[in-house]
């Protein structure tokens, strides 16, 4: 059993799942998360320029370049970590 996973790996997913595009919904159900957690996070990866929300009906969510640079890091570093 893992047990919970750490705050890089939550950003790490987000990330992931924001790279095509996404509504808050989707996050949620990939990230395997709630709501409220997925706000949270959502608005700090707005706030440092990783994520940028697209205005429309839904509302997606779009990794930007910064954001898919930290996301090729992390998904790195934790490749390494497993082998």
Known sequence: MRGRRSKDRI???ILHTCSEGANVTRIV???NTNFT???FYLNS???K???EPIEGNPKLYKTTPRGL????K???LYNE???
Not at 69 to 72: F, G, K, R, T, V
């Open 11 to 13: 950003i790490l997913e």
């Open 29 to 31: 159900y990939k990230v």
């Open 37 to 39: 957690i997925v706000r």
């Open 45 to 47: 990866l707005i706030t």
């Open 49 to 51: 320029g990783l994520v």
């Open 69 to 72: 640079a930290l996301m090729n």
């Open 74 to 76: 992390l998904s790195s």
């Open 81 to 83: 970590l497993e082998d």
